[in-house]
């Protein structure tokens, strides 16, 4: 990949290459925004991130979302009603994307002109089915990318996952690559643990060599917001949506049999998993065989705050647990490598960091091990799959694959995005930037 081939950076006075990108939260929720600029070409080019947004989508928007997950992961609805909705949902999403893209284009002070494309990524409709030929997967957008191209004259590049699976592959993660780009560093290895509505890790290997990407590692480990915001609406029968802070679980203690029946169910879920080289769901983990647990227990014998007290061990012992395991994997590996055996840094990202409760058992069960918020390396949170998305735009706009497929299972990395041309000015532009980006030999290894 030339683009990670370290060129010697050129200065950052070079006028800034812009690139937008826009994340919808795999529950339809939430979406983010941002504008990055590179300064030059290549993985040693500076990287400006110009400016982030993220706000809550409307309810009706998100029930009409996750209806339409629900109906996808039918066998048998009916295709009137689908095509209806998948249309209803594409239209309101552009309207909401396109009205991102005029806040943050405004708070950036960029007009449309500077800003070479916006891509777009959501979790997308993913539904497996059996043919003649055997069993496929499909994949669908849900960026309505001719009328957001139409409506703002921007370039817009979607449907991340599409050469993927056409690849074979699962259609992700794809994060993990533009995560590296940002958060690797020369002289140690890293983990970033992702406390978001599924909590995730990802190791991040220290930039030594042309080849260090290759050493990424995925891993989705735990339902984490999903759970204990359906615990918290639950027991406060929608008094509260989300236990703000950990108000209320700083206030209970660990029910020593609800932990053990939760740590059974996590152990069955690992055990009849299929997924050998990274467990990944674009929806991710779903808490409902958790909390079948509480369904079939009187929880009345239970105050709110010991069960969500209780949940928050139960997080924190299986991330903490993960970690381990990779420390463990990634030491074997380093042995096997010579390279210097030590310790991979900690990083946090996800709304999860803000649940003190829930950061201080997970470094009690990391032995206190150091653990740094993203936010000190200059990144928001919020935001961030915003940034990653707006990476794999400039990507895809330099030609440069983006899928590992020693995560994703494809069978090759390609350059990734469907490209939707915008006005015929923007369209120009774009074509004669990517006319100056070569795209990256392919070795024998990797094209075989």
Known sequence: MAFLQFPSAPKKDNPPRWFGGISISSGGRRIESAVIGSHGRGGGSPIEIRKTISFDLPPEITSAYIELQRICSSDNAPIGVFFSLYQHVLRELAS????????????????????????????GLFHRHQSQQGNFLSYQSL???????????????DA??????????????????????FLKSDTADRILIDLGATARIIFLPRAENVFSHQRILYRDIIPCGSLLDSLTRSLTQGKMSIDNGGKLTVQGCQLPELLD??????????????????NWNPLGISPSPFLEVLAHRNTSEYTVQ????????????????AILNMFSETERETENND???????????????????????LSSHLNKRPIMPIARLGFSSDCFDAVNTAMLTLMAADQIPSNL??????????????????????????????????????NLRSAV
Not at 168 to 174: E, H, I, S
Not at 264 to 275: H, I, N
């Open 339 to 361: 390279s210097k055996n030590t310790e991979p840094e900690l990083l946090i990202t996800g709304s999860g960091q803000l649940h003190g409760l829930l950061v201080n058992l």
């Open 306 to 321: 010991d069960i969500l007290c209780t949940a928050n061990a139960f997080i924190a012992e299986c991330v903490a647990d």
């Open 160 to 181: 991340f996952p599409e050469q993927d699976v056409a690849s074979n592959g699962r259609g992700g993660p794809l994060l993990p690559l533009p995560m590296w780009v």
């Open 96 to 123: 909401v994307e396109e009205e991102a893209i005029g806040e943050l284009l405004s708070d950036a002070h960029l007009s449309k002109n500077d800003v070479l494309a916006f891509g777009v990524k959501d979790s």
């Open 261 to 278: 029946a939760l740590r059974a169910v996590q152990s069955e879920r690992q055990r009849t998993s299929k997924t050998q080289t990274s």
């Open 405 to 442: 497929p020693s995560l994703t299972g494809s069978d090759t990395s390609r350059p990734l995005g469907r490209i939707t041309s915008g006005s015929a000015a923007a369209w120009q532009r774009l074509l004669n930037e990517m006319t100056l980006s070569k795209p990256a030999a392919r």
């Open 143 to 157: 960026c309505d990318a001719p009328y957001l191209a139409e409506q703002t004259g921007l370039n817009i590049i």
